[in-house]
């Protein structure tokens, strides 16, 4: 697969020329430490920019350049945070609230290019490009309307919370994605998210992250007294019951597996089918599989773009060799067994923890970093499905009651986002009841991707307890008093 180059001008719109300093302090743009390129995973090269000042960088085709914050730069930025809350905390509520509005609007004057932007250097379809930034401005127009109080700064690496600890007198260091510096206009080292976890001039960190990282992070700000905010990895189920639309199941599926390359936190990753209907639902689903168009994320009719790094599609490839040799030692295990006085049902149930490839389980042959989209027919019982794989990976696997479906559902570590589809009230209501899902998001008739603004986005157990939005999320960025 090969995409012809892509013209950028839409980028100085939005203030992005051929190099970029990483950091804004104290009403400047500034950056001391070394240069990175900002690189589109459709094809890992793209437009050329000259300068006689970055000349030397042009052997390579790229988006654009950017300096990347050094030590000194976030030092010097928690300082002038500091001092800057200080004065920021005694701006009246109602007046902290019209900034906000006010910075929601300037992203909303520039939804489009911004959507472009995003969905340029991650690689994520137009649509959700957009829909990236467009949820930026509603968490704006949210935060206006909340309740406000003091704490202090905050130190998210992710920007929904931002607006909502801004209104409640925090000041905000933002450390942004590594892999996307032009949307996040600063690329960060390890080192440096080190000294914003133990720097105590902050009082909350916010942190998407792995749980592996997650707990590093945690570690950290505990030394300290820290808040941390944690929302960490998911392994979310799409539970169908015999009763279910099956249309509308298989519509959410799809787009809840696939959308964005299979990399949101809130992806199905395990689809679990009654097995009156699961022939069916499976059929219908490889059929829909096989109608997906893949290329690049700027064109209108792109379903699946790219993975969003070169590591990412190397991931994959590794998750799919161990599917593959899961399945090969297996079957071996059976073989042995079957010459043996064991009862064939010791070898069906060791043979049923191996993985079956339905559709996909390939790289595309192409420039950048494309993967194919993935079935996999296994047990839930069977390691890899405990782990999150974070590309467009979805195990399926049948049960027989709503309880074993429950306990499918609740036996990964991660407890980030799950949906059951069904017609019946009663299961419904066992569902989202204390015998049901013990995830953080409880979805009925919908996909496990996506969030509404006014619900408390986050997760339990490995997941990490965190939450954004919602109408009780300004309550993190507080400090409580009893009068």
Request: charged fraction near 20%; glycine fraction near 10%; proline fraction near 4%.
């Amino acid at each position: 697969m090969s995409f012809e180059r892509k013209e950028y001008q839409f980028l100085a719109e939005i203030g992005v020329g051929p190099a970029n300093p990483g950091c804004y302090i104290n009403g400047e743009w500034k950056a001391r430490g070394p240069l990175v390129s900002s690189v589109n995973p459709s094809n890992n090269q793209v437009s050329r920019f000259e300068s006689d000042r970055f000349g030397a960088l042009n052997h390579g085709d790229r988006i654009a350049v950017v300096t990347e914050a050094s030590i000194e730069d976030y030092e010097e930025g928690l300082m002038a945070c500091s001092e800057a809350a200080k004065t920021w905390m005694k701006i009246p509520a109602p007046k902290r609230g019209e900034i906000v509005r006010q910075i929601g609007e300037a992203l909303r004057a520039k939804l489009g290019s911004l959507g472009r932007l995003v969905s340029l250097e991650m690689g994520k379809i137009l649509a959700e490009g957009i829909g990236e930034v467009q949820e930026i401005v509603d968490m704006c127009d949210y935060a206006v309307g909340l309740s406000r109080q003091i704490n202090g700064s905050i130190i998210p690496s992710e920007r929904w919370n931002a607006c909502l600890a801004l209104v409640c007198g925090n000041c905000v260091v933002w450390k942004g994605a590594p892999t996307t510096p032009l949307v996040t206009t600063c690329r960060d080292k390890a080192e440096v998210a080190e000294v914003l976890e133990k720097n105590n001039l902050h009082r909350c960190n916010h942190s998407p992250l792995f749980v592996e990282v997650g707990l590093m992070v945690q570690r950290a700000v505990n030394q300290r007294f820290g808040k941390c905010l944690l929302e960490l990895s998911g392994n979310n189920a799409i539970i169908i019951m015999e009763d279910a639309d099956i249309g509308l199941a298989v519509r959410s599926v799809l787009f809840a597996a696939v959308g964005t390359a299979g990399q949101r936190c809130t992806t199905c990753r395990r689809l679990l089918v009654h097995e009156s209907i699961y022939e069916t639902v499976l059929n219908q689903l490889i059929d829909v599989y096989k109608q997906v168009k893949m290329g690049d994320p700027l064109e209108k009719s792109t379903l699946v773009g790219p993975l969003h790094t070169r590591a990412s599609k190397e991931n994959f490839e590794k998750g799919i060799e161990i599917i593959k040799f899961q399945a090969c030692t297996n079957l071996l295990v059976l073989e042995i067994q079957s010459r043996t006085s064991r009862t064939s049902r010791t070898c069906i149930y060791v043979h049923t923890l191996g993985g079956n490839i339905l559709i996909g389980g390939s790289t595309v042959e192409s420039e950048g970093n494309f993967v194919q989209p993935t079935i996999v027919e296994i047990s839930p019982n069977a390691s890899v499905v405990k782990e999150e794989l974070f590309g467009p990976v979805l195990y399926v696997m049948k049960f027989q009651t709503f309880e074993e479906a429950v306990e499918m559902n609740n036996s990964v570590p991660q407890g980030l986002s799950s949906s059951i589809f069904t017609r019946k009230p009663e299961v419904i209501f066992k569902w989202i009841g204390p015998h049901g899902s013990d995830c953080g998001i409880v979805n009925v008739n919908i996909p496990t991707n996506g969030a509404e603004i006014g619900g408390a986005f986050g997760g339990e157990k490995a997941t990490g307890g965190g939450r954004e939005a919602g109408s009780d999320s300004w309550k993190q960025y507080m400090r409580r008093s009893t009068w």
